[in-house]
């Protein structure tokens, strides 16, 4: 009789690393207008009028304001986009990202 010696199959399970998050921030300025920018939040982050109004409140009152979190390109295009609406009206809203601890 033949003894054969069998192996235990091993799986390598490779981890895909979640990418990093980046912050986009509202920065005050004292010359765009409260409603334009509740608009511009309402349009490129999908806020509600409500949700709009707290975090212009914020800046507001805090010079910033996290405005939302996102993978890096996806906060970089948000801040543009944002920040172009404003350029494009004559105002300087001003939309930065940096990455989240």
Request: proline share 5%; with cysteine; net charge positive.
């Amino acid at each position: 009789m033949v003894d054969t010696v069998t192996k235990p199959k091993t799986r390598v399970k490779t981890k895909v690393e979640r990418p990093r998050l980046h912050k986009v921030i509202l920065v005050n300025d004292d010359y765009t207008p409260r409603e334009f920018v509740v608009a511009v939040l309402k349009a490129e982050f999908r806020m509600t009028e409500d949700q709009a109004r707290k975090v212009m409140i914020t800046a507001h009152r805090r010079g910033v304001c996290v405005v939302a979190v996102f993978a890096k390109d996806i906060a970089e295009t948000k801040a543009t986009r944002a920040t172009d609406a404003g350029r494009a009206k004559g105002y300087p809203l001003l939309f930065t990202t940096e990455p989240e601890e």
